[in-house]
């Protein structure tokens, strides 16, 4: 099969996230060509992963980023924005129940990391629908690179579901000053961007919509699907290609006040540290007062 054709066959598939018969059959091929199609794209593709989803790392690199975050909503100091994603899969037999996730249907959590731009700077691809984000975010490498000092004193923002960090800053689930009530104006509307990225990504590719099914593949497997699609996205950013804003409802920003998926367990779990209390408060007092 002659390259672009392998290529432009991958993308109607992450575009439509249709069957590979549907695919089969439009192209005149069979089923396994397809299968194939799709193991050599991602195979290949995946070992540039770096050329395309990398957290910022040079001084000059970090200035920029904090700079471009900055222009969203004066927030300080912020080279990345952090939520997850819900992408459905029909779930191994052996393991059913850990894919089962709150909204009562089985996928794998994604956490993604993006910049002002809504370019995708780190993802993490590997756990089941049921695990809780506060879990996923202390047991990745964006973690263990943000507590061996890789951000330089700067943070990421992410909702109150995550663990308050010096390295990651929480909304104020019960604001009562002005002050406080302008650091959650000025995180959410900066928070807002991951949000349409996720939109503006499941709107473009098709395959990771809940809405048009599940993958039928295997949890490794719709892991690369939602890797490739990333780097797809930041491609487009980077290149500047128009990329339609999803409907209003298909955002999932959770309220900072309300949600569901934060329970006394997870509360537990993931109990914050008192440095990043203390970040936090130093930045309210410094710079929404």
Request: with cysteine; hydrophobic share 35%; net charge positive.
């Amino acid at each position: 099969m002659p390259v672009h054709l392998k290529v432009t066959t991958v993308l109607a598939f992450l575009a439509t996230g249709s069957f590979q018969s549907v695919l089969a059959s439009s192209n005149g091929l069979t089923q396994p060509a397809i299968s194939n199609c799709l193991t050599q794209f991602f195979n290949a593709f995946l070992t540039h992963t770096r050329d395309y989803i990398s957290l910022p790392t040079t001084p000059q690199a970090l200035q920029d980023s904090m700079r471009q975050f900055y222009n969203v909503a004066q927030f300080l100091s912020v080279i990345g924005v952090v939520n997850c994603t819900h992408v459905a899969l029909r779930p191994p037999r052996a393991d059913e129940a850990s894919y089962r996730n709150r909204k009562v249907f089985h996928s794998m959590n994604m956490q993604v990391v993006c910049n002002a731009q809504g370019e995708i700077l780190d993802v993490c691809a590997r756990y089941p629908g049921s695990t809780h984000d506060a879990y996923i975010v202390q047991h990745c490498g964006l973690h263990r690179r943000a507590t061996q000092g890789h951000f330089n004193g700067a943070w990421c923002l992410g909702y109150r579901g995550y663990p308050q960090r010096v390295w990651l800053m929480t909304p104020i689930v019960h604001p009562h000053t002005a002050a406080e009530e302008e650091y959650n104006r000025c995180h959410r509307a900066t928070r807002s961007i991951i949000e349409r990225t996720f939109g503006q990504l499941k709107n473009c590719f098709r395959c990771l919509d809940h809405s048009g099914g599940q993958l039928l593949y295997r949890p490794e497997k719709v892991a690369q699907i939602f890797v490739a699609c990333c780097m797809l996205h930041s491609l487009a950013v980077r290149k500047h290609q128009p990329l339609p804003d999803p409907p209003q409802q298909q955002l999932q920003q959770p309220p900072d006040g309300d949600d569901d998926d934060f329970t006394p367990q997870h509360r537990a779990e993931h109990s914050a540290s008192q440095e990043g209390f203390n970040a936090r408060h130093r930045l309210i007092q410094t710079h929404f007062l």
